[in-house]
């Protein structure tokens, strides 16, 4: 099995076969997909890929969460006054933890490609991140900080931007620049010749 079986299905076009070059999600084609090997019907299919993305969604925002809160508690260690030393460990731990977050999630497909290599990954990102916290109470500990350290309210992506300080509106400003001043204009080119609908 190889991606162009499920990412670029066969199509018939004037008598010719070819492989579609518009790489998509299966899901737009079950037909030419999917159920090019599978019986199983459009609605099973679908409810499996959804019920992993579903599920290592759960468990990624679990891992996000101890992650966030380990950040923001090292944060509160540095302020406090700790050293490069005794923060080492706690370091490596958010890193670890950050990496397998990365792995499982940064490509996207890997929730469907490999759903118990996600879960596996994650939760050892979780407990990963989870130990980070506990080192960091001792440092926080150690500086006489013993209240559980304040979390700021994260619970829309806004907030979230302006806790970090994006500043989102001139990110998007640039990203317009970028297009209109030094991306070639290839969908122009192609709706031109009739080849973009
Ligand atoms: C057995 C079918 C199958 C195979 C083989 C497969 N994929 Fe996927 N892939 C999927 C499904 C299903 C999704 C989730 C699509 C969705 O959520 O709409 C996906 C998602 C993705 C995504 C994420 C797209 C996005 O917008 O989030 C990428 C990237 C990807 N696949 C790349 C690959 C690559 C590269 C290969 C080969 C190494 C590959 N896939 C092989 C079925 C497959
Ligand atoms: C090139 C053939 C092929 C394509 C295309 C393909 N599959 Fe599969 N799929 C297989 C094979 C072979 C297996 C393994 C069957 C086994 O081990 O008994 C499998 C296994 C699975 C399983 C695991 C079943 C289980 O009980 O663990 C799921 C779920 C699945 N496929 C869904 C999909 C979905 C959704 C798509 C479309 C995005 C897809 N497959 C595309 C051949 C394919």
Redo the contacts with the bound molecule.
Sequence with gaps: ???V???MPKKRDKGITFTDHRVM????NIEG??QSCHTQSKEYLVGM?TSY?EKIGEMKIRAEDVLVKAHIEAGAAWKAGAGEQEMQKALTLIRHAQWRWDYAIA???A???APEESLRVLGTAVEKAGEARLEIARVLAKHGVTDPVAMPDLSTKEKAQTYIGLNVEKLKADKEAFKENVLPKWDEEARQKGNLM
């Design positions: 099995m190889a991606c079986d499920c990412h999600s299966p899901l737009a997909t999917c890929v993305q490509s996207h497909g929730s469907f490609h």
